[in-house]
């Protein structure tokens, strides 16, 4: 979809991400070895009494279903930015919901413009745990 058909306000429905435990802590090992992540004994005597995701691993899953969507297809020419913030803890065998919302829309040059999607996450039981915002570079349509 090219950056002159895109409208503000637009809702993107993204599939519900599961939290698979062995997916998490591939994960966690890899990139977040911390042993709120890795070590359920240590996590059973913190607050959260038990393994939480690693946040990006938790946003990635969301961002996983949402490329599904692939709204801007072609025309996407490339990531800006991102910006994430966690809220509450996501467990494994949570199941997050989420939507996404384009909330801005900035012309950049006569060849493309800037999208702002602002994605929401929720746990199954209804808590926004994480939010996201992400700038994408979008081609406009050629004059001739």
């Known amino acids: 979809m090219y ?3 895109i409208k503000l306000g637009v809702t993107i429905e993204i599939a519900p991400a599961k939290i698979e435990k062995d997916k998490m802590l591939d994960f966690a ?10 070590d359920e004994e240590y996590a059973s005597k913190t ?3 038990k393994l939480i995701a ?5 946003f990635m899953a969301v ?23 966690w809220f509450k803890p ?5 199941i997050l919901t989420s939507k996404a919302v384009v909330t801005k829309l900035t012309e ?3 060849k493309n413009g800037i999208v702002e ?3 929401s996450a929720y746990n199954q039981n209804g808590e926004l745990v994480l939010t996201d915002i992400t700038e994408a570079i979008v081609k406009k349509k050629t004059k001739d």
Not at 29 to 38: A, E, F, K
Not at 54 to 58: D, E, K, L
Not at 90 to 94: I, L
């Open 3 to 5: 950056f002159d058909d």
């Open 29 to 38: 090992y890899s990139y977040d070895n911390i042993p709120l992540h890795t």
């Open 47 to 49: 607050p959260f009494k």
């Open 54 to 58: 690693p946040g990006v691993m938790s």
């Open 63 to 85: 961002w996983a279903e949402y490329l599904k969507v692939d709204i801007f297809g072609e025309e996407l020419l490339a990531g800006k930015s991102t910006k994430i913030e």
């Open 90 to 94: 996501v467990f494994a065998d949570d």
């Open 108 to 110: 950049r040059n006569a």
């Open 117 to 119: 999607l602002s994605i």
